[in-house]
């Protein structure tokens, strides 16, 4: 019988959302034959200290210890989206879980998820996190239409939580013991309550930890499920070496399951997870990662945005960093992209568009003359550029890009940038 004072999240269900969920892999046993899920490891940094992580590999929240990603960049995110997407067919979800945590990394996150979502609308996108932030973005979570969240609570009381996590970096400062567990167990069921408040389908994930929080699992079952949670996923503690718990016995499935079954009665169990990789694409049993790695030096033959390279002039100082403004620039070093491969092509040799004010009116030959040493190029990619050259370049058709990334990362930020810009159906409401 349902307590008169818990939310359950699948009463609420619309019709739309339940034939979404349909599709999940995670959130429905019926998918996870049919569709695939592809991680975003877009999500380094984290914001808390969990004994049972060593911060070399992934966050093990979702992951099995040992296991590391490589870390890709919003714009490398989507290239290598669309090759999936094009190799799988049926992948229906998009997630964020690591290696780090998603709400740590959140402008890179966001990012991510706004690009690919303007290139595929259809896809659901999900979020894993240990609920440190949640209060803070919950409202960025609706307002992106995110309806899958998974939240790691491993306890309800400080005293436990001391002893399951270090510490936490919260608002510039560093908690630690009770103190850090405090705020942490509290934006937990802040930020829960907010997103089921939100329709946002809640999965709780709880690490099994002998000794420390065994006994405890139901009463955090209990409440999650009354917070109006849509189900629970107990996992076991598999001790990271490196780790705190490096030590600490691993909880066998056996154990797991018991205490699924006796949670069962309270909330719908998640059985058939697989502590996937941040990097994980494929059905949940049959990881594909390995086939779609360092994707962008790659070739995608068949990718329909492949189209053509576009020609990029860059203002750099060492061809590593998007670091000098593009008055200050003597030389421009021209690229090539088309979104997946990047080819350098030479350096020219130009003159410096600004030379101070007491020049400044002698300077109109030699903004025209800077203008007509690129005018084969689609793009400049600069740290900064003023109005009024912005206006000269697009006289010319060629677009101005502002970037303070990598060369590499910048490039592919202009592929996208130009790509929008010839096919607006394929708009980038990018931050
Ligand atoms: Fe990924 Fe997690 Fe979303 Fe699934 S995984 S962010 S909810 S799309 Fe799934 Fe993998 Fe288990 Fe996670 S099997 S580790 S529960
Ligand atoms: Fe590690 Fe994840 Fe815990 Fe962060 S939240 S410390 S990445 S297990």
């Given at each position: 019988?349902?307590?008169?004072?818990?939310?359950?999240?699948?009463?609420?269900?619309?019709?739309?959302?339940?034939?979404?969920?349909?599709?999940?892999?995670?959130?429905?046993?019926?998918?996870?034959?049919q569709f695939a899920r592809?991680?975003?490891?877009?999500?380094?940094?984290?914001?808390?200290?969990?004994?049972?992580?060593?911060?070399?590999y992934d966050c093990v929240n979702e992951s099995r210890p040992g296991v590391t990603s490589e870390v890709l960049t919003p714009e490398i995110s989507l290239t290598k989206f669309i090759r999936v997407k094009?190799?799988?067919?049926?992948l229906s979800v998009v997630g964020i879980a690591g290696p780090g945590d998603a709400l740590a990394n959140w402008d890179v996150v966001k990012r991510s998820i706004k690009l690919i979502k303007a290139e595929s609308p259809d896809m659901i996108f999900c979020l894993s996190t240990n609920g440190l932030m949640l209060p803070h973005y919950g409202q960025d979570i609706i307002d992106l239409g995110i309806k899958h969240v998974t939240v790691t609570v491993n306890c309800l009381e400080p005293a436990i939580g001391a002893k399951i996590y270090h510490h936490i970096h919260y608002r510039g400062k560093y908690y630690v013991g009770e103190n850090a567990a405090e705020i942490l167990i509290h934006n937990?069921?802040?930020?829960?309550?907010?997103?089921?408040?939100?329709?946002?389908?809640?999965?709780?994930?709880?690490?099994?930890?002998?000794?420390?929080?065994?006994?405890?699992?139901?009463?955090?079952?209990?409440?999650?499920?009354?917070?109006?949670?849509?189900?629970?996923?107990?996992?076991?503690?598999?001790?990271?070496?490196?780790?705190?718990?490096?030590?600490?016995?691993?909880?066998?499935?056996?154990e797991v399951n018991a205490l699924r079954d006796l949670c069962q009665t309270d909330i719908s169990q998640m059985r058939h997870c697989q502590q996937c990789r941040a990097d994980a694409i494929g059905l949940l049993s049959e990881d594909q990662s390995y086939k779609f790695r360092h994707v962008k030096a790659d070739t995608v033959k068949k990718c329909k945005f492949r189209a053509r390279f576009y020609k990029v002039a860059v203002t750099s100082k060492h061809k590593q960093l998007v670091d000098l403004h593009y008055g200050h620039a003597e030389e421009f070093h021209i690229y090539e992209t088309d979104g997946v491969d990047i080819r350098f092509i030479e350096t020219r040799a130009t003159s410096k568009y600004c030379l101070g004010r007491v020049n400044c009116?002698?300077?109109?030959?030699?903004?025209?003359?800077?203008?007509?040493?690129?005018?084969?190029?689609?793009?400049?990619?600069?740290?900064?550029?003023?109005?009024?050259?912005?206006?000269?370049?697009?006289?010319?058709?060629?677009?101005?890009?502002?970037?303070?990334?990598?060369?590499?990362e910048g490039l592919f930020h202009v592929f996208h940038q130009l790509r929008h810009e010839a096919d607006p159906s394929a708009a980038l409401d990018v931050i």
């Amino acid at each position: 019988m349902e307590n008169a004072c818990s939310k359950n999240a699948a009463f609420l269900m619309s019709e739309e959302l339940a034939k979404m969920t349909a599709r999940h892999p995670c959130y429905s046993l019926d998918a996870h034959h049919q569709f695939a899920r592809m991680h975003l490891p877009v999500a380094p940094v984290c914001n808390i200290s969990c004994n049972y992580c060593h911060r070399k590999y992934d966050c093990v929240n979702e992951s099995r210890p040992g296991v590391t990603s490589e870390v890709l960049t919003p714009e490398i995110s989507l290239t290598k989206f669309i090759r999936v997407k094009e190799e799988m067919p049926h992948l229906s979800v998009v997630g964020i879980a690591g290696p780090g945590d998603a709400l740590a990394n959140w402008d890179v996150v966001k990012r991510s998820i706004k690009l690919i979502k303007a290139e595929s609308p259809d896809m659901i996108f999900c979020l894993s996190t240990n609920g440190l932030m949640l209060p803070h973005y919950g409202q960025d979570i609706i307002d992106l239409g995110i309806k899958h969240v998974t939240v790691t609570v491993n306890c309800l009381e400080p005293a436990i939580g001391a002893k399951i996590y270090h510490h936490i970096h919260y608002r510039g400062k560093y908690y630690v013991g009770e103190n850090a567990a405090e705020i942490l167990i509290h934006n937990q069921m802040e930020g829960i309550n907010i997103l089921v408040d939100h329709g946002i389908l809640v999965k709780v994930n709880i690490v099994m930890i002998k000794d420390i929080n065994v006994e405890h699992i139901p009463e955090v079952v209990k409440k999650v499920k009354n917070l109006g949670a849509l189900m629970t996923n107990i996992m076991p503690l598999i001790p990271a070496p490196g780790s705190v718990f490096q030590n600490f016995p691993q909880t066998s499935m056996k154990e797991v399951n018991a205490l699924r079954d006796l949670c069962q009665t309270d909330i719908s169990q998640m059985r058939h997870c697989q502590q996937c990789r941040a990097d994980a694409i494929g059905l949940l049993s049959e990881d594909q990662s390995y086939k779609f790695r360092h994707v962008k030096a790659d070739t995608v033959k068949k990718c329909k945005f492949r189209a053509r390279f576009y020609k990029v002039a860059v203002t750099s100082k060492h061809k590593q960093l998007v670091d000098l403004h593009y008055g200050h620039a003597e030389e421009f070093h021209i690229y090539e992209t088309d979104g997946v491969d990047i080819r350098f092509i030479e350096t020219r040799a130009t003159s410096k568009y600004c030379l101070g004010r007491v020049n400044c009116d002698e300077t109109e030959e030699i903004k025209d003359a800077v203008i007509q040493g690129i005018t084969d190029c689609d793009a400049v990619l600069t740290m900064r550029i003023g109005y009024e050259a912005q206006q000269r370049l697009r006289e010319q058709g060629i677009s101005a890009v502002e970037s303070c990334a990598s060369v590499e990362e910048g490039l592919f930020h202009v592929f996208h940038q130009l790509r929008h810009e010839a096919d607006p159906s394929a708009a980038l409401d990018v931050i």
